[in-house]
């Protein structure tokens, strides 16, 4: 608790949140839970940033007015405590979350949050499995290709052999008599 908050002497605005770092799959939902301490009753303000892109997700004051942009109406959910949950996460949804808490005063405190979502892992491992069959299949197949062609190799070069012996035995009789 004591490393995650931040005490803003200017602001006197303290944000504090249990976890920063959150990993969710596609589909799920996740809760960028915070608290805070201010005078007043804040602005409470969250943003999202992902590579060049920024944009604002929705503002609301607690026991006050929720303001959420259209994008985000159906998945986001407000808390009093400065809290957002957004539900059903898809993969472009990974990335920076900023909340900002305004006071009435004018000063105010940035607080960031990433997420990560990932790919949901069950379609990639059916499709590693069934790669990796076809795989196993050729790679028996061609064993079993180069088997054949190593013993039609030997057979082919016992025949020869047994071919040559008697001819060159008859050439080596020939020679001298010619
Ligand atoms: C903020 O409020 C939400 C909803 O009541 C709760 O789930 C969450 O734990 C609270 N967060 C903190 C840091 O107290
Ligand atoms: C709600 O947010 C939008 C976009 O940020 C803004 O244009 C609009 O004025 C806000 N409405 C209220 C009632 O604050």
Request: hydrophobic share 40%; proline share 3%; aromatic share 10%.
């Amino acid at each position: 608790m004591h490393v995650c908050s931040c005490v803003c002497l200017a602001g006197a605005i303290s944000i504090y949140s249990p976890q920063r770092s959150l990993i969710r799959s596609v589909q799920d939902d996740v809760i960028f839970s915070v608290n805070f301490t201010c005078s007043g009753i804040p602005n409470i303000q969250w943003t999202f940033m992902s590579g060049l892109v920024s944009r604002t997700i929705g503002a609301w004051q607690p026991g006050g007015y929720t303001n959420i942009t259209e994008d985000y109406s159906s998945r986001v959910q407000a808390y009093d405590n400065g809290s957002m949950g957004l539900s059903d996460l898809r993969l472009q949804d990974g990335g920076f979350y900023v909340v900002t808490i305004t006071e009435s005063t004018g000063s105010s405190k940035d607080f960031g949050f990433v997420l990560k979502v990932n790919e949901v892992l069950y379609e990639d491992l059916q499709y590693l499995t069934v790669s990796f069959l076809a795989l196993a299949c050729l790679a028996g197949l061609l064993m079993l290709a180069m088997w054949l062609l190593d013993k039609a190799y030997k057979k082919i070069m016992a025949c020869k052999r047994r071919r040559e012996m008697p001819g060159k035995a008859t050439c080596k009789q020939q020679n001298p008599s010619q």
